[in-house]
């Protein structure tokens, strides 16, 4: 599947998230009502996001994992170097529908050929991607979907429908959720193809994608 179109499915699905920190120490951390926006996107191999993780993807190499190693853009030739493009073939930018330019671009589509940070992508998809921990414990998603929440200590379980999604309150007021995705095989309409390995999958003409973790720390816009 691919990786942007990947980044965008996985965000609207909002938020699986796990923690076991129930120390009774931290008990004196609340939640304040309010609008909660995304500071923090950091993806890490695995589920249970732990080791060194990446805070972006390199469209034009996927094997990268950091800006320094990225190129800015590409040759239209398809193959040249920056240094080696012919005058006016290197592009910075492009829609992602393949065809459009900027002006006529549908709105969300219009991508960077350089680094492209987690956060800068899901804000470029959707201008307002927060959340709201409402009065009486109604939580809404970015979406305008609403369900309820409960607080045991930091930690705070959401209820939106058959999905139960929880997080971990920090002391300096950040909520933050992990989302595990566990890996898979996927056919060219992204739907889940009955692989059990990558060898699988090839052989069934799908793409492999391996298991990730992407941590996602919130902060207090409103009150």
Known sequence: MNKIKLIIATFCLLLVGCSDDDN?????????????????????????????????ICPMDETVTTEADCPSGMCMDGTS?????????????ICMDGTSAEADCPSGMWMSLGWMSYLDAIITQFSD???????AGVFTNFEGDTGTYTIDGTTVTITDGDEIITGILGADGTFTTHMPDTAGCFDMDDEEVDAVDEDACDATG????????QEIIWHLVTD
Do not use: H, K, R
Not at 81 to 93: L, R
Not at 206 to 213: F, L
């Open 24 to 56: 009774p120490a931290n008990s004196s951390v609340t939640l304040t009502e309010g609008t909660y926006s995304p500071t923090s996107i950091v993806q890490y191999a695995g589920t249970d996001c732990s080791g060194t993780g990446s805070t972006g």
């Open 81 to 93: 170097a920056e240094a080696d493009c012919p005058s006016g073939m290197w592009i910075t930018d």
């Open 129 to 135: 991607f927060s959340i709201v921990f409402g009065a």
């Open 206 to 213: 799908g793409d492999w994608e391996d298991a990730s973790c």
